[in-house]
């Protein structure tokens, strides 16, 4: 299978910096118009397609629904970095410590669980980890039926629509990733 991600992440720091009064208002705005997103183009796709599973990634952050989804299934995923959307602002924003008391407990849970490739800096480990608010999805669908996910997701006008892993045989960690 391979990993498909419906909204871009970072929610949670941009959050946590507008509390703070830090974040740019067009930084905010990008993060409330894709909270206000729901889900109901990817639930269309995924019924269309038949999906194998999905989790929302919310709370737990990306990485967090993303490994509980791995270790249920007795297997293992490779995350892309460099495929994983990220929110406009949000990089910057964790740069400069806006982290949340849920993203700090997230990163702590997946200590024995995730496994950093060189390249995969701390920021990239914690916007993926990000407590998130009203996230997207994270679908998990056969390759050869990848591409027809796709195309429904846009059609049913998801946020975004891209190959962001895949799943493989079970390994010592329930997540790689890789830059």
Do not use: C, W
Not at 46 to 63: C, Q, R
Not at 118 to 128: A, C, K, N
């Amino acid at each position: 299978d391979v990993l498909v991600l419906t909204k871009a992440i970072g929610s949670g720091v941009i959050t946590t910096a507008a509390k703070a009064g830090t974040a740019p208002d067009d930084v905010v705005q990008n993060a409330v118009d894709s909270m206000s997103t729901l889900n109901v183009g990817a639930a269309k796709s995924m019924l269309e397609i038949n999906v194998n599973s999905a989790t929302d990634v919310t709370g737990f952050g990306l990485l967090g629904h993303l490994s509980q989804m791995m270790k249920a299934s007795g297997v293992s995923a490779i995350l892309d970095r460099s495929a994983v959307p990220m929110l406009p602002g949000a990089v910057e924003l964790a740069e400069t410590g806006n982290i949340s008391a849920g993203t700090n407990r997230n990163m702590e849970s997946l200590e024995d669980s995730v496994s950093l490739e060189p390249g995969v800096s701390e920021i990239d480990l914690t916007l993926m980890a990000d407590a998130q608010t009203s996230g997207g999805m994270l679908i998990s669908v056969p390759e050869n039926r990848a591409d027809d996910l796709i195309k429904s997701l846009i059609a049913n006008r998801t946020l975004y629509s891209e190959v962001v892993g895949r799943v493989i045989a079970k390994r010592s960690a329930n997540v790689y990733i890789r830059p």
